[in-house]
Each structure stands twice: as structure tokens, then as C-alpha cells.
């Protein structure tokens, strides 16, 4: 696979910007505030997959650009109260970028909210949710921005709608080297980001007791199977006096869950699932989960790069999954 | 934006066309509206009134204004000017053009004849009388939905029985595309707690133009439907 993307120095993606590229941005958030005002749209994140593997920068941004399309790309704000309708507005032909903060009401809308949205998966619609440095975690806040008005928000989310001509289409897919393990089936009674009592096995039980039991590496996601596509939720933390655990997204009532099976070695692993379709990568994006547990500071991931994300955005919230868009004609 | 913007953005009334009166008690939660030509710059409702146009006026029903029918009064203007005019109607019809590419949209996605009627508290024979138009071709809905939502000759009829078999898991299939894999998990999950006919019925709709959408990255999905 190709990929359009790279990690560049801030002076050259002005240079982008002020040739009128449309641009999807992603950077530390003092870097992208050194960039002017044009056709882009950013969020904050320090790490990245460059071609030449795992880095950490608060200095270089890593631009994807947009072509291709059909007529110029929309870019908007979309608060939480307007967020439904993001498929809805998307052109009936082509795709939709999404950047979310995390933490924010758009974060936790779209992540328990978005299956339900009008006409969802039926446009596709990929993102990833802004995020910081780990060091400032808790001094400053994930920000996305709208680079057509130089404005920046912690609460809203930012959108790149791209029209596509009638002879191409975009799809989406996902490399999730997760698949379920052979432990047992968990189901849970509410929708959320967190819980404690469940069916394991079909038996009244206790999710932080069975990790405790079990000695489950809760590096590990819970993984669904959404008819053939393996969709994890990854556990955030576990509050032993409220025998709760919080997860990263959404678990759902009607789908049962299993933890992953181990992953012996990320990168090769990585490698080999990668497709060779020898398709252009027009946007990508991977976990920072990934990104940590795997150690791939330094380490190359083939030829697919993009930034390390707070969540990935294949039309749903996504953990640990690295998520790409390719047009095809 | 203001109220009298706001009703015309509604109602989908653009300039040079405006709103000339309003009346509310001429029917039980119907408001009756008369557009005319903008021949000058006036106060809505209580400026000087425009001069209506030449002609006899006609009456359609329009899109609903919240939970109250809108009757349109206006003279149907000259070829030029009544192109692609969405609160016109045709001669002698009973609905607008917003209006009958709503109900359309509704048939479309499997609303049945008695649900159309409630839900837009429409007459039953004004409705038999814009279907027959339609069944027999008299009339058109030029414009109705997107052109990737058009009929297929590949993917299986809205009606077929396959799309049922596919949403209870009596078919399965090997799928290869991540939103149809999501969107089926979905569907699915619905469909197994849904009783009511008609609403299974608009889930089949769903899939169906879902497969409508997208036939061009579906082979692999199509193929294994069309051996069933």
C-alpha cells in the first residue's frame, strides 16, 4: 500500500496551507497554532507513525492532503446537539473527516450515540479523536480546529465533507489485530463507558472480579463481532472499591464480548495483516494504545503511517484499530 | 433568522416569491397560505398588499408546518417561471411538489398507504388520486432522492424475500465491507426484537437501498445473493 501522508516541519504545511491544499492536520497543539488560516482542519496529538516509523514531536505535524474531489470539500464546527445530522449533511458521493476532542459532549455523544445516526453507514465517515501529550494529560485539554477560520475547540468536533466525482468511491476498513479469544462470552446489561455486573457465560457475575480471577492483561481490549469486523473496546481503568472498570468506548447490551487473544509480536503481525491492494492510503489513523503497548516508538508498521490517536473513527468510535480510507475508481 | 425568513425557508418559498396572507381558521389546525409574485418591497402580512397575479388560483397541500396541514393559494405562473418551484403543484393535483416527493420518499422506504395517511393526516382520496397518477404515469417525481439511490438491476427488489432471510441470520453471508458488517449488526439487532410487520419491512428498505448505494463495492456480497 501508498499512502499520501507524511510528517512534516510547520513552515512547510504553511507552505501547503497557503497554496490553497485542502488539508487534514494533526499536531501538537502549540505547533498548529504557528499555521495560518486556510483549507484545513486539525486536532492535537504529539504522536505519530512516520514513514520512518513510531515518533513522538511537538514540532512537525503530519498532514494528509485532500484531492481528488469533486468540488471544493465543506469544512464546520458540529456541537454535540448538531452531531447527528453529520451524515445526513455529508454528500451524497464521497467522504466525511471527523475530529473529535477528547473528553469533550461530542466525544461521549457520537461514541454511544453514532450506529443511530440518520444515514450512518451509508456515507462513510472516518476521523479520529484529538488528544495530548501524556505528560499534560490533565493541564491541558485535546482541541480540534477549523483551519478556514483559525478557530480552535475543546467541545465541538470538526468535519471535512469531500465530494467525490460520480466515478469514484471511497471506502473505509479497518487492521484490528484483535480477534476474540477462547475465555468466556461477557454480555452487559446497559450501554456505556463503564460497568461492573454482567452475564459471563450466561452467570450473574462481576466484570473487576473476573479480571482479578482470571489475571487478564487488561492491555488486552474486549472484542465484539460485528458480523465478520472485530470491533474492541479497551479497558481505561479499574476502580477496585466501586467494582467498576471504564473502557475507552461504548460497551452495547446486545453484543457479547470476549477478551482478545494475545499478540505475540504488533509489528509483524501489522505487517502481515496489511491488504496489498497497491490502493493510495487517502487518510489513516491508529491507536496510541497501540502505539504504547506495543513500544513502537522507532518502529515502522509497513508502509501505512498516520497519526496515533485518543480513538479511531471507522463511521463508529474504534479502540486499538488502525482505520484507512482509499477512493477507488 | 427571522420568523417571516424562517416560514419561507420551511416551505421552501424563495424570492421573487413571497408570502402575501396568511389565515389560520379555515380549517381545524390548517394554516392557509397565498404566495404571489415580489413586486415590491413590502411589510409580510401587514404591508401593502401585492397585486396578485393574473389567472385562476389554484390549491395544493404542501408540507406540513409541525403538527398543521399548509394549504398553498397561487396562480400557476408561466413555464419559465414555475420551473422546479417546490410549493407549486401541478394543474388539477392535490399536492406540491415538496409535498408529493415527501410522500413519495415514504413509499419508498415501505410506509404503507394507511401510515402515510395518519402520519400526514393526509385525506385517503386525495392520496388514491396522486398514486393513481403516479401508477399510471401521469405524474413524475423527477428528483426524488439521489441518483445512488436509483433501482438496481442487480440488487434484489426492496420486497424480496431475501432481505428478511438476511436480517433474521437465516442467510449469512461472507461480507467484506466494514459498513455493511456494522450496518448489519445493527439492522439485525432491531429486527430481532421487532414484531410489527411494517416496521420489519422498512428494515428490509434499509438494507435494500443500503446494497442500491453501494452495488459498485459489493460483487463479493451480490454474487452470494444471487445464489439463493
Not at chain 2, 133 to 152: F, W
Not at chain 2, 191 to 209: C, M, P, T, W, Y
Request: net charge negative; hydrophobic share 40%.
Amino acid at each position: 500500500m501508498k499512502t499520501r501522508q507524511k510528517l512534516i516541519s510547520v513552515s512547510r504545511a504553511a507552505e501547503l496551507i497557503e497554496a490553497g491544499k485542502y488539508l487534514s492536520i494533526a499536531g501538537d497543539e502549540a505547533a498548529l497554532r504557528q499555521l495560518p488560516q486556510g483549507h484545513w482542519i486539525g486536532g492535537t496529538i504529539p504522536y505519530f507513525m512516520a514513514a520512518g516509523g513510531g515518533t513522538i514531536s511537538r514540532d512537525d505535524v503530519f498532514v494528509s492532503e485532500i484531492s481528488g474531489f469533486s468540488e471544493p470539500p465543506q469544512l464546520r464546527f458540529y456541537d454535540a446537539g448538531s452531531l447527528p445530522q453529520i451524515c445526513r449533511n455529508a454528500p451524497d458521493n464521497g467522504y466525511s473527516i471527523l475530529i473529535i476532542p477528547a473528553f469533550s459532549p461530542c466525544h461521549a455523544s457520537f461514541a454511544q450515540n453514532a450506529p443511530n445516526f440518520e444515514e450512518m453507514y451509508m456515507k462513510p465517515l472516518i476521523g479520529w479523536i484529538a488528544g495530548v501529550h501524556l505528560d499534560d494529560l490533565g493541564k491541558v485539554t485535546p482541541k480540534v480546529v477549523l483551519g478556514s477560520t483559525g478557530e480552535f475547540s475543546e467541545a465541538d468536533a470538526v468535519v471535512m465533507d469531500v465530494p467525490l466525482p460520480p466515478e469514484k468511491f471511497a471506502q473505509i476498513d479497518i487492521v484490528n489485530l484483535f480477534h476474540q479469544g477462547s475465555d468466556a462470552g461477557i454480555r452487559f446489561p446497559d450501554n456505556g463507558f463503564s460497568a461492573g455486573d454482567c452475564l459471563i457465560d450466561g452467570q450473574p457475575a462481576n466484570l473487576t472480579d473476573y479480571l482479578q480471577e482470571r489475571q487478564i492483561d487488561t492491555r488486552l481490549p474486549l472484542v465484539a463481532d460485528y458480523s465478520g469486523a472485530m470491533i474492541n473496546v479497551s479497558i481505561k481503568s479499574i476502580d477496585r472499591a466501586a467494582r467498576r472498570v471504564e473502557f475507552y468506548a461504548p460497551v452495547f447490551p446486545a453484543l457479547e464480548y470476549r477478551f482478545a487473544a494475545p499478540v505475540a509480536d504488533y509489528v509483524s503481525a501489522f505487517q502481515a495483516a496489511l491488504p496489498s491492494s497497491g490502493q493510495d492510503i487517502s487518510f489513516s489513523c491508529n491507536c496510541i494504545l497501540n502505539f504504547l503497548n506495543s513500544q513502537l516508538e522507532g518502529k515502522r508498521t509497513g508502509e501505512v503511517t498516520g497519526p496515533m490517536t485518543f480513538g479511531e473513527i471507522g463511521y463508529q468510535l474504534l479502540n486499538q484499530t488502525l482505520v484507512y480510507l482509499t477512493v477507488t475508481e | 433568522m427571522k420568523l417571516e425568513e424562517l416560514l419561507h425557508h420551511t416551505l421552501a418559498i424563495h424570492a421573487p416569491w413571497r408570502i402575501v396572507r396568511v389565515r389560520n381558521d379555515l380549517g381545524k389546525s390548517q394554516i392557509d397560505i397565498w404566495v404571489a409574485r415580489d413586486t415590491q418591497r413590502s411589510g409580510w402580512l401587514f404591508g401593502p398588499r401585492n397585486t396578485p397575479s393574473p389567472g385562476q388560483e389554484q390549491i395544493w397541500r404542501h408540507i406540513n408546518i409541525g403538527n398543521a396541514r399548509c394549504i398553498v393559494h397561487a396562480v400557476i405562473p408561466s413555464e419559465v417561471e414555475d420551473a422546479d418551484l417546490q410549493w407549486l403543484g401541478e394543474a388539477g393535483q392535490p399536492f406540491t411538489r415538496a409535498f408529493a416527493r415527501q410522500i413519495a420518499g415514504m413509499f419508498m422506504q415501505g410506509v404503507s398507504f394507511a401510515s402515510v395517511c395518519a402520519l400526514l393526516d393526509l385525506p385517503v382520496a386525495d392520496l388514491w388520486k396522486f398514486k393513481h397518477r403516479l401508477d399510471t404515469g401521469k405524474s413524475g417525481l423527477s428528483g426524488q432522492g439521489s441518483a445512488a439511490d436509483a433501482n438496481s438491476a442487480v440488487v434484489p427488489a426492496p420486497n424480496d424475500p431475501i432481505w428478511e432471510e438476511l436480517l433474521s441470520g437465516s442467510l449469512q453471508l461472507d461480507i467484506r465491507i466494514l459498513s455493511l458488517k456494522l450496518l448489519l449488526t445493527k439492522l439485525r439487532e432491531q429486527f430481532s426484537v421487532i414484531g410489527d410487520s411494517e416496521v420489519r419491512n422498512l428494515k428490509a428498505h434499509e438494507l435494500q437501498r443500503y446494497f442500491t448505494r453501494h452495488e459498485k463495492m459489493l460483487s463479493h456480497e451480490l454474487a452470494q445473493l444471487a445464489r439463493n
